[in-house]
């Protein structure tokens, strides 16, 4: 059963730094374009990161240029989130997302409803 599963998020002080996991089994093809989405309360759900199964390049929203990075291990069928010099308006539920599409692997400008399929998400709170 496809299926994509998050893990990794947790409490950290500003400056500090997390990886999150995402199990992404099912979904581990060249044609699957993987995302990371984030939702903060009272806010719709963002973009953060994206890049094709077995891609070489990746994606990012503005405000995480430089701090975060997504990649992949296809031996383990896991995309990752590293992310360094947390703020506290990172603080939210991080989703792992996929959509079937030979269309451009972005999250750049692409809606949340673009992605078809979504785990159940790992919260991350960075306090000041």
């Known amino acids: 059963q496809a299926e994509l599963v998050e893990s990794g998020g947790g409490s950290v002080q500003a400056g500090g730094s997390l990886k999150l996991s995402c199990a992404a089994s099912g979904y581990t093809y060249p044609q699957y374009c993987l995302a990371w989405f984030r939702q903060a309360p009272g806010k719709e759900r963002e973009g953060v990161a994206a890049m094709r199964f077995r891609g070489n390049s990746a994606d990012y929203v503005d405000s995480v240029k430089g701090r975060f990075t997504i990649s992949q291990d296809s031996a383990k069928n896991t995309l990752y989130l590293q992310m360094n010099s947390l703020k506290p308006e990172d603080t939210a539920m991080y989703y792992c997302?996929?959509?079937?599409?030979?269309?451009?692997?972005?999250?750049?400008?692409?809606?949340?409803?673009?992605?078809?399929?979504w785990g159940q998400g790992t919260q991350v709170t960075v306090s000041s």
């Open positions: 997302a996929a959509v079937n599409t030979w269309n451009r692997c972005v999250v750049t400008g692409t809606p949340y409803t673009a992605y078809k399929y």
